[in-house]
């Protein structure tokens, strides 16, 4: 009689079976989890790809950006000192003392003050083209940095979480089997008294 109701049904369901049975259905849930943990891992990896591909194509983009500004830059610089060199000459040239030259005269000032005002435009332009040189280099070691960083989780990070994964998955069979291993031992005992 005892040893029917050792190996009887509520005893199995209790027993190794249940055990078993336990730890099968944990194991389940736990690969399901992972599962689930490392879609979300992938899909962070694959956002951060393309967050990655944006910046590699702007620091392309303000690297262009830079060298034609540094061109426009001089250009601006060369047209200014063209213009600040004519504008000397003519305001050198002698006047005869005749009266139609004196229209002519007060046509050529008003005409230079005008050019003067260009030219002061040429100079607040070329201060801005000044002041985007480092913003551009700026936000383009900024973007640089960022990639270093996105490269480095993508390497280093990501890999790290999926073996952490691994490793805790490989602990929970660890884990069962010693469980399982336990309740093996601990019925043969029990069989034995």
Known sequence: LQALALFGEDEERKGLKGLFKKAGNKLEVMKAQYSKVEANVDKIAQNLENHQITLLKDVAMFDQMYELNLKYYKELTMYILAGKKRLAEVRSTEQTG?????QAYNDLVSMCDRFEKKLHDLELTRMV??????????????????????????????????????????????????????AVTEMTNQLLK
Not at 98 to 102: G, Y
Not at 132 to 144: A, E, I, K, S, V
Not at 148 to 170: F, R, Y
Request: charged share 15%.
């Open 98 to 102: 005749l009266a139609e030259d004196a």
């Open 129 to 182: 083209s000044i002041q985007m040189g480092p913003q551009t280099r700026l936000l383009q070691n900024n973007d640089t940095q960022m990639i270093e960083k996105i490269q480095s989780s993508l390497v280093n990070t990501i890999p790290l979480w999926k073996s952490q994964m691994v490793l805790a998955l490989g602990l929970e069979h660890s884990r069962q089997a010693t469980a399982a291993q336990n």
